[in-house]
């Protein structure tokens, strides 16, 4: 198995994705809005991934954040709130916030669920700041470290309850940066005191099934590398100060705040201790390229893969979606 999770191009598997990942056996997949037509469509896809892989649990991925970050959307599927409606629900009342927070993941995991999807890309443990870029600060759940805590730890109970795997990112932290790493690289200047801020959600999450770095240069501990490729930022921050021991993916290496080919890039990243790469856009070239530079997936790595996929096995999924969404919207009314 090779270390890293894979897009596809299309509404189905073409004949040479077919064989490509029949060699490479990639650890997973992730889908985005061009692989999703409507229920049956996503379920057959989904299905022949598992089939294809030999692996019930192979992890499919998506982003379903709510908000502007959601693949699957209207009107096939209910558009979701994104994180800043909870951050204004706990200004008035926090275990309601809580509860909506919870409500809202199970029903996102039960609509995942339901079309064969077993991870997602959620929640952001992000600190947001007075200048955090847009792309950040339009999805997090605010800017006080306790209560991002708190809705992330909520959002991953939801998830695990519909039986799916809860992703938390940016880690180290993406709310200081003031750029958008889809396009630019961010160098954050803060100190190390300062981080401290940024951290806290992630340790107090530490037991995740599964983090996502960030593209993201942080002075105050690698001045010359951005934390997806910093062994330093892995190993002594992520790893020992945070104490995250779950599986470690790299944000999309597609992204501009990385340089270099896709096989370097994805190289620097599991040499520098990611767990595995995630390579987001189905580009054939692209694929044959990592694969190429990547070994098989270490026993640690692959340890990590399966502790996180077996905290789903067996869930039912068994709760009332409609209830569920009532009962979040219900909660949200009271701002």
């Known amino acids: 198995m090779k270390p890293v999770i894979f897009g596809l191009s299309g509404l189905e598997l073409s004949p040479a994705e077919r064989s490509f990942f029949t060699a490479a056996d990639p650890a997973g997949y992730i889908l985005f809005k061009r692989n999703i037509e409507n229920r049956a469509q996503l379920r057959a896809l989904t299905d022949s991934l598992r089939a294809l892989s030999g692996r019930d649990d192979v992890p499919i991925l998506i982003d379903q954040e709510g908000g502007s970050v959601a693949r699957m959307r209207p009107p096939e599927w209910p558009a979701f709130?994104?994180?800043?409606?909870?951050?204004?629900?706990?200004d008035v009342a926090p275990i309601s916030a809580i509860e909506a927070a919870r409500a809202n993941a199970e029903a996102i995991a039960l609509m995942l669920a339901e079309v064969g999807i077993n991870v997602d890309c959620l929640p952001l443990l992000d600190v947001a700041q007075p200048d955090t870029t847009e792309a950040i600060a339009t999805r997090a759940f605010g800017s006080d470290p306790m209560r991002v805590a708190a809705l992330g730890k909520a959002t991953l109970d939801g998830l695990q309850r519909g039986g799916v795997v809860g992703v938390v990112k940016h880690m180290p932290g993406h709310g200081r940066a003031k750029l958008d790493t889809h396009y630019h690289l961010p160098t954050v200047t803060a100190t190390d005191a300062e981080l401290e801020i940024d951290l806290q959600p992630f340790a107090r999450l530490s037991d995740a099934p599964m983090g996502m770095t960030s593209h993201i240069v942080f002075e105050a501990w690698d001045?010359?590398?951005?934390?997806?490729?910093?062994?330093?930022?892995?190993?002594?921050?992520?790893?020992?100060?945070?104490?995250?021991?779950?599986?470690?993916?790299?944000?999309?290496?597609?992204?501009?705040?990385?340089?270099?080919?896709?096989?370097?890039?994805?190289?620097?990243?599991?040499?520098?201790?990611?767990?595995?790469?995630?390579?987001?856009?189905?580009?054939?070239?692209?694929?044959?390229?990592?694969?190429?530079?990547?070994?098989?997936?270490?026993?640690?790595?692959?340890?990590?893969?399966?502790?996180?996929?077996?905290?789903?096995?067996g869930v039912r999924g068994d709760g009332d979606f409609a209830a569920l969404i009532a009962k979040r919207d219900a909660l949200l009314a009271l701002t």
């Open 223 to 313: 001045p010359a590398r951005p934390a997806t490729l910093s062994p330093v930022v892995i190993e002594q921050i992520i790893r020992q100060r945070i104490g995250f021991d779950g599986l470690l993916m790299t944000d999309d290496i597609d992204m501009k705040a990385l340089s270099g080919t896709a096989g370097d890039k994805a190289a620097g990243s599991i040499a520098a201790g990611c767990d595995l790469v995630l390579d987001c856009w189905g580009r054939m070239d692209e694929m044959e390229d990592i694969a190429a530079r990547l070994g098989e997936i270490s026993a640690i790595s692959r340890a990590r893969l399966d502790r996180a996929m077996a905290s789903v096995a």
């Open 81 to 90: 709130p994104a994180g800043p409606a909870f951050d204004r629900l706990y």
